[in-house]
């Protein structure tokens, strides 16, 4: 179990990062501090108690989850602005326009099949990641969820860099085959993926 003071320390350590990445993805700073603020809230209560080696995964997946939970909101908030302003008005000639030919369909990647790809996938590499070992498990976040270096990683875990570099090895081939026994090779997952670094 994690001391408030493990949660507390977690939270500063990622806080600058969290903020960075969301507001890349959101493009809007304000949003952004919002959706950290959101996600730490979350973590804090809802999982608080957990071991803090758990903090780092956990923490990444409420965050996404509470950016599609933005992403989903102004979608839906669009929408109705749009529906909304089109009520009442008139074209240049006087005839009535249709509210829902105003809405501008986007092209976009988050079709339904897509966004259900994507999450089979996350699901495949969660479950994967449970089975590994909890330091291998633990390198592997720090490192490539986390995106930091060897040395911030060994400095977090309490070990050198060389056993750093050990975990993440054994950590990228077990999931390599267990990924691969569920087909996401297919996909056009391979180890390259993960030795990004």
């Known amino acids: 179990m994690a001391t408030p003071k493990e949660l507390s ?12 990445q969301t507001a890349y993805a959101v493009r809007d ?20 108690e957990r071991p803090a080696t758990e903090f780092p995964m956990l923490f990444q997946r409420i965050l996404q989850n509470t950016m599609r939970d933005f992403w989903r909101r102004q979608k ?16 240049a000639d006087g005839e009535d326009r249709d509210p829902l030919e105003t809405i501008d369909v986007e092209d976009d990647a988050d079709e339904p099949s897509a966004q259900l790809a994507r999450s089979q996938t996350i699901q495949l590499i969660e479950r994967a990641l449970e089975k590994l070992p909890a330091r291998q498990r633990e390198a592997f976040v720090l490192r490539y969820w986390e995106e930091m270096d060897v040395a911030e990683t060994a400095k977090i875990m309490g070990c050198s860099d060389g056993s750093v570099k050990t975990h993440c090895s054994r950590a990228v081939h077990a999931l390599a085959l267990e990924l691969k026994k569920q087909g ?5 997952l391979s180890n390259a993926v993960f030795d990004k670094k």
Do not use: C, P
């Open 9 to 20: 320390d977690f939270l500063i350590a990622i806080e600058r990062r969290a903020f960075k």
């Open 29 to 48: 700073d304000h949003a952004a501090l919002d959706i950290v603020q959101d996600a730490m809230m979350k973590l804090a209560e809802k999982y608080g």
């Open 76 to 91: 839906v908030r669009n929408l109705w602005t749009t529906l909304l302003s089109s009520f009442g008005s008139n074209d």
């Open 184 to 188: 996401l090779d297919k996909l056009g």
